[in-house]
Nanobody, 124 residues
Framework: VQLEESGGGYARTGGSLKLSCVTS????????IAWFRQAPGKEREAVSC????????YYSESVKGRFFISKDYGEETSWLQMNSLKPEDTAIYYC??????????????????WGKGTQVTVFS
């Protein structure tokens, strides 16, 4: 299984970035796709996920209303559209998978597979 993130980079406060996670070797329809982030000196936290099967979406309070997650079965890809970016969104963003459907954001301990991450830096 491989998860490859792209789309990170630099953005001004208030700007937007769109992250992509291309998967391979995964039973994509059976996987909840999640996005985590880790800022320097902080623990890795889940910011969003889209559940397997029913496509329910969940967001952390810190990104709700600004970030939007989606996935496409045919392309076996997930995206994280990040709008109204803030300096506190600066972090390495990781794509991750959790087996099966779920309700709510996953914990890191539940993750089956991780991508290598993509850096997002927001400057004022």
């Amino acid at each position: 299984v491989q998860l490859e993130e792209s789309g990170g980079g630099y953005a001004r406060t208030g700007g937007s970035l769109k992250l992509s996670c291309v998967t391979s070797g995964l039973a994509f329809r059976d996987a909840t796709i999640a996005w985590f982030r880790q800022a320097p000196g902080k623990e890795r936290e889940a910011v969003s996920c889209v559940s397997a099967q029913d496509l329910s979406t969940y967001y952390s309070e810190s990104v709700k209303g600004r970030f939007f997650i989606s996935k496409d079965y045919g392309e076996e890809t997930s995206w994280l559209q990040m709008n109204s970016l803030k300096p506190e969104d600066t972090a390495i963003y990781y794509c991750a998978t959790v087996y099966g459907s779920r309700w709510g954001l996953p914990q890191s301990s539940e993750v089956q597979f991780w991508g290598k991450g993509t850096q997002v830096t927001v400057f004022s």
